[in-house]
């Protein structure tokens, strides 16, 4: 089976820009996670969602947003870009809501310059 | 909330060596802690986690051991391998009361020397 998909692989924006990332989960996954990674942290949680409904949001401005469709893939969207939304942008997959495992995607390497 | 602090941030080893790497957790809801190995260039990948009804957790050379009433966990790696080296981070979560997102720590940089 195809594990966590993500596109795209990288991305150069310029800031004020708008961003659109995208996320497959594992098949049978319903539950889609998106996390933010720095150079040199550990991802940072940005939003959850459970059968097309956010479950949980982290400390990030409202720039930042996020939706589920209905065969579960998901968008990440960031408006208004500044440079330090640079990061690597991870989406991670589980079965339901409360599984313990998490499967993380390749990432989307976002540079704005 | 959550803060999970790991250490060290560097860990250099001989091939062979065994490499130890800790973590503590200040959220006694948590209840399940996992660990990521991340390679340069790819997403996070779980190796192993523990629960918190068991002690200790093996699988293969990997083992992970937690303590729940000091609220630290740890990573070990014996008979380390070059292919070993990569970034290890370490989360904690709870499994119930309807919050189920990881806190990870920073990170710790294993390079495994041939």
């Known amino acids: 089976d195809a594990g966590v998909t993500q596109s795209p692989t990288h991305l150069i924006k310029t800031r004020g820009q708008h961003v659109t990332l995208r996320c497959s989960p594992i098949?049978?996954?319903?539950?889609v996670s998106w996390y933010q990674q720095v150079l040199g942290q550990g991802p940072q949680f940005i939003f959850q969602?459970?059968?097309?409904?956010?479950?949980g949001r982290g400390n990030f401005p409202d720039r930042f947003s996020a939706r589920q469709f209905p065969n579960y893939s998901s968008e990440l969207n960031v408006n208004a870009l500044l440079l330090g939304d640079s990061a690597l942008y991870l989406c991670?997959?589980?079965?339901?809501?409360?599984?313990?495992?998490?499967?993380f995607g390749p990432g989307t390497r976002l540079t704005v310059t | 909330g959550e803060n999970v602090e790991q250490h060290p941030s560097t860990l250099s080893v001989q091939e062979g060596d065994s490499a130890v790497i800790k973590c503590t957790y200040s959220?006694?809801?948590?209840?399940?802690f996992p660990w990521y190995k991340q390679e340069l260039g790819k997403g996070p990948q779980l190796i192993i986690d523990?629960?918190?009804?068991?002690g200790e957790k093996k699988d293969q050379r990997i083992a992970v051991t937690l303590n729940k009433t000091a609220k630290h966990f740890s990573l070990h790696i014996t008979e380390t391998q070059p292919e070993d080296s990569a970034v290890y981070f370490c989360?904690?979560?709870?499994?119930?009361?309807?919050?189920?997102?990881?806190?990870f720590g920073r990170g710790t940089s294993l390079i495994v020397h041939p």
């Open positions: 523990i629960r918190s009804n068991v």
């Open positions: 098949s049978g996954h319903k539950s």
């Open positions: 989360a904690a979560r709870a499994t119930s009361g309807g919050s189920y997102i990881p806190t």
């Open positions: 969602y459970y059968e097309k409904e956010e479950r």
């Open positions: 959220d006694s809801a948590s209840n399940y």
């Open positions: 991670a997959s589980s079965l339901p809501l409360a599984a313990y495992e998490q499967y």
